[in-house]
């Protein structure tokens, strides 16, 4: 069994990333977060199995890992808690309109940015969209994410369940605003002397869906232009015999 020594429950788009980043500063590395399954298939396939029937193999994911942060290990809140009972937990928050908003205009959209066809036939695009549709938009919030006034409840209620569920000792509930003394003096450790990493990503992550939402819809119109032209030749050719 791995060491994880921090788990990080609070909801994607609450300052996950730069929690990441101030972790692994802190030498709290590395940490697990939802970039590292988009760079690993396995670790797809094995969210997949765990949305479709909640077992997984938490070595085989975690095992080279110190801590977690975002989606889809907070969704496993619990589970983590029961399973490394030394590690300390984080639970970042913002103002809960300003979450639903940035969570509507960014990874809310990768919910429609592939087509069927392309999660098909490329495999881990797939079980990306079904760890997600599964385990976050149907499953956490119900299908009902587009309902400003039911995700936020489900937001605050998260919050008040990691609250209630855990050793007041055992928990920081902390944003990102605040840098590094609250983080720090929590986990026990020196501030670095350097700025906190505030990661705000929102823009670039709308651009890339954008990119990712033209680009995808294009291939299928490229391919039948490059087929017709080839056609075209290969006819040509012929005709000249």
Known sequence: MGDLQVIGTGFGRTGTLSLKRALDRLGFGPTYHMQEALRRPSHLRAWREYSRTGVIDWDEVLGPYRSTVDYPTCLAWRELADRYPGAKIVHTVRDAERWWEST???????????????RGLYGPAGDYGEVNERLLWQ????????????????????????????????????????????LCRFLGVPEPDEPFPHVNDAAWMRRRITAVRYGTRALPVAAAGVGLVGSRLVSRRGGGR
């Open 104 to 118: 509507a205009t960014t990874i809310y959209q990768g919910r429609t940015v592939l087509p069927h066809w392309f």
């Open 139 to 182: 499953g956490l919030f119900g299908g009902r994410f587009e309902d400003r006034d039911h995700a936020i409840a489900v937001y605050r209620r998260h919050t008040a369940e990691v609250a209630n569920g855990l050793d007041p000792e055992r928990l920081l509930i902390f944003e990102v605003a605040d840098g590094w003394a609250p």
